[in-house]
């Protein structure tokens, strides 16, 4: 179900689809999950495990733009990822134990928890943001539809340089 999902679009599927797309009758889905939350919640965990993630261990830094990498990619795979992660019904318990390692490593090396924590989480959310175009009700859809990929890179990374600059300022001495 959650790669019929991942195939009929992450942020649009509906649960007639899904059971059309498996050949089932809609009612049947309802044996294995017990909303259409609960299969969009699946889905994200499925789409955002299929990419690489960096190593805890890296420097700082270099930590927050491979997250940010790694959300883009998911981005990338699975149009509309974007917009469903901005705003999940719940985090799958299994990206909160594959961020953690990072929050701790964040905190190992000078943030305080919470400032590690939201470093993280800006990190994630700095690449779903810039992702977005073309869908959905977001202002930034409008605004990043009309850049390439490309452009929406680049994008990304000089915001991505100037929030890291200021979280440097945020490490204890």
Same mark, same amino acid.
């Given at each position: ?16 689809? +899904?059971? $059309? ?5 809609? *009612?049947? !889905?309802? #044996? ?8 969009? @919640? ?52 299994? +990206?909160? $134990? ?5 929050? *701790?490593? !964040?905190? #190992? ?8 924590? @939201? ?55």
């Amino acid at each position: 179900m959650v790669d019929a999902v991942l195939e009929d679009g992450i942020a649009t599927f509906s649960m007639p689809s +899904i059971a $059309a797309r498996l050949g089932v009758a809609h *009612s049947g !889905l309802y #044996r294995y999950v017990k909303d259409r939350d609960e299969l969009l @919640v699946l889905a994200i965990e499925k789409a955002a495990l299929s990419v690489d993630w960096p190593e805890a261990d890296l420097p700082w830094r270099d930590l927050l733009s491979d997250v940010a990498r790694s959300v883009w990619t998911i981005c990338e795979r699975y149009p509309g990822y974007d917009v469903v992660a901005l705003s999940p019904p719940k985090w799958p318990e299994r +990206i909160v $134990a594959q961020v953690t390692p990072y929050i *701790s490593s !964040l905190h #190992r090396q000078g943030f305080t928890i919470e400032d590690a924590t @939201v470093a993280v989480q800006i990190a994630g959310n700095l690449a779903l943001t810039t992702s977005v175009r073309g869908t959905g009700s977001y202002p930034l859809a409008r605004t990043n539809g009309e850049r390439t990929l490309s452009q929406r890179h680049d994008w990304h990374d000089r915001i991505l340089d100037i929030v890291l600059d200021g979280l440097g300022s945020r490490l204890l001495a």
